[in-house]
Nanobody, 125 residues
Framework: QVQLVESGGGVVQAGGSLRLSCTAS????????MGWFRQAPGKEREVAAV????????YYAGSVKGRFTISRDNAKNTMYLQMNSLKPEDTAVYYC??????????????????WGRGTQVTVSS
């Protein structure tokens, strides 16, 4: 069983940056692939980025590639999402998720078993 808690959301102007953190309970963090998903009002939850259990492999949605960086520190049971050059369309609730250590990396929300409660990111014009 994994418990996930996100932090770091807030309000930022377009072009600005935010760094999200997700901290997991226990010391089984390194057994899971992890991902950041986001959901804007009226839209389906979509993947932003995924990272393998070791951190060696990553996946980015085309909409965030080149602007966002996913990383993890297994010693701290923490995953991060560095978001740069933020755009108003990045506004969403961002969720941390954990799932089985699979290959290839899975990008569908249904593939992930554990979820945080989400943190709001609002990018103003």
């Amino acid at each position: 069983q994994v418990q996930l808690v996100e932090s770091g959301g807030g309000v930022v102007q377009a072009g600005g940056s935010l760094r999200l953190s997700c901290t997991a309970s226990g010391h089984t963090f390194s057994s899971y692939n992890m991902g950041w998903f986001r959901q804007a009002p009226g839209k389906e939850r979509e993947v932003a980025a995924v990272i393998s259990r070791s951190g060696a492999n990553t996946y980015y949605a085309g909409s965030v590639k080149g602007r966002f960086t996913i990383s993890r520190d297994n010693a701290k049971n923490t995953m991060y999402l560095q978001m740069n050059s933020l755009k108003p369309e990045d506004t969403a609730v961002y969720y941390c998720a954990a799932g089985p250590s699979t290959w290839p990396l899975r990008v569908g929300a249904a593939s992930y078993d554990y979820w945080g409660r989400g943190t709001q990111v609002t990018v103003s014009s």
